[in-house]
T-cell receptor
Framework: QQPVQSPQAVILREGEDAVINCSSS?????VHWYRQKHGEAPVFLMI?????EQKGHEKISASFNEKKQQSSLYLTASQLSYSGTYFC???????????FGTGTRLTVIP | DGGITQSPKYLFRKEGQNVTLSCEQN?????MYWYRQDPGQGLRLIYY???????QKGDIAEGYSVSREKKESFPLTVTSAQKNPTAFYLC???????????????FGPGTRLTVL
């Protein structure tokens, strides 16, 4: 039930944009996005719920295609502080727990 | 300040020994979770608890045990039956008992366990 993330890694220069994708083979109730800095705990970014409700950050946006069981995280005008590993977590319909993807390592360079 | 604390930050264990990782939260959250993270991998769920005195196995519960005697505490014991326990362990909590469906999980700083 683990979702698949792509790309596995990406390097950006400051100011560039990035898109991180997450897809599941199961019907989804919600998609969660977290960012983890090296050696630290993951930090919540955003939740996208079935039906279109979105809860999360102002500076980061995301989409959730329920029919395709896919979500994308959009990082615009990247900053050095955006560096880290981004994880998506999915909750299937009828399930209660998060299943996390293997992560996308994002590196922003000056 | 409210939050989740885990101790110790680093833990070394000899093979064959049991070890207990502490997780405490003062957020008054109902649900608590234990995850394991291996290098280059995502988080895998070990155990979770939605209310006091109740807990359920996650995907990789073999070789681990937990207890939930108090709302604020959810310790994890790594037993000698766990074949490859070296990993980064993360505890999380969430308000409400609806599982992970619609809520933000708050994570502790983690414990890095190394088996010598």
């Amino acid at each position: 039930q683990q979702p698949v993330q792509s790309p596995q890694a990406v390097i950006l220069r400051e100011g560039e944009d990035a898109v991180i994708n997450c897809s599941s083979s199961k019907a989804l109730y919600s998609v969660h996005w977290y960012r983890q800095k090296h050696g630290e705990a993951p930090v919540f970014l955003m939740i996208l719920l079935k039906g279109g409700e979105q809860k999360g950050h102002e500076k980061i946006s995301a989409s959730f295609n329920e029919k395709k069981q896919q979500s994308s995280l959009y990082l615009t005008a990247s900053q050095l502080s955006y560096s880290g590993t981004y994880f998506c977590g999915t909750v299937g319909t009828g399930a209660n727990n998060l299943f996390f993807g293997t992560g996308t390592r994002l590196t922003v360079i000056p | 300040d409210g939050g989740i604390t885990q101790s110790p930050k680093y833990l070394f264990r000899k093979e064959g020994q049991n070890v207990t990782l502490s997780c405490e939260q003062n957020l008054n959250h109902d649900a608590m979770y234990w995850y394991r993270q291996d290098p280059g991998q995502g988080l895998r769920l070990i155990y979770y608890s939605q209310i006091v005195n109740d807990f359920q196995k996650g995907d990789i519960a073999e070789g681990y045990s937990v207890s939930r005697e108090k709302k604020e505490s959810f310790p994890l014991t790594v037993t000698s039956a766990q074949k490859n326990p070296t990993a980064f362990y993360l505890c999380a909590s969430m308000v409400g008992a609806g599982g992970g469906r619609g809520g933000e999980q708050f994570f502790g700083p983690g414990t890095r366990l190394t088996v010598l």
